[in-house]
């Protein structure tokens, strides 16, 4: 067998071994997807992926998750529109920056991934809908990268 076969051969096992990890993930997840989650479109999912590339592309990948758990707890909450869409252009929430670029910004797989995730599992705290680089927003509950993230 040449070299090139074997790495087409390994590169395809390492493809399925991602793909059954991420099945069984999916599976485990779906089983415990809480109440409050809903189901999202497409396009709610490369809008929220949009979304959280913006504000914390350059954070880990843990700010990042709770960038778009503040965006579905906005969604989930009576206080706040019922779409992503509609959380995001609610004036005066996100920089004028954010919504210019949300049709153009290019999506890191890494990204889209995590905002997959929370598409599927829900927020990872439901009680946060504030996120800012300043900690006077409200009763901060975690201080990540550069974020702090609060509730009311």
């Known amino acids: ?11 395809r096992l390492f493809l399925l071994a991602i793909l059954a990890g991420i099945l069984i993930w999916a599976a485990a997840c779906h089983n415990a997807k809480a109440a ?17 590339e913006l504000e914390n592309g350059c954070n880990s990948d ?9 965006i579905i707890n906005r969604v989930n909450s009576p206080r706040f529109p019922d779409t992503i ?27 889209l991934s995590l905002a997959l995730k929370l598409a599927m599992c829900g927020s990872l705290d439901t009680e946060i809908i504030f996120q800012s680089m300043h900690p006077e927003l409200g009763h901060v509950k975690y201080h990540i990268d550069t974020e702090y993230f609060a509730t009311e």
């Open 36 to 52: 409050n989650t809903r189901d999202f479109s497409v396009d709610d999912i490369l809008l929220l992926a949009a979304a959280m």
């Open 62 to 70: 843990l700010c990042l998750l709770y960038t778009g758990s503040v």
């Open 1 to 11: 067998m040449k070299n090139n076969e074997r790495l087409i051969i390994t590169a």
């Open 85 to 111: 869409y509609g959380v995001l252009h609610q004036k005066g929430q996100y920089a004028a920056w954010t919504l210019r670029h949300l049709d153009t910004v290019k999506i890191s797989e890494r990204t």
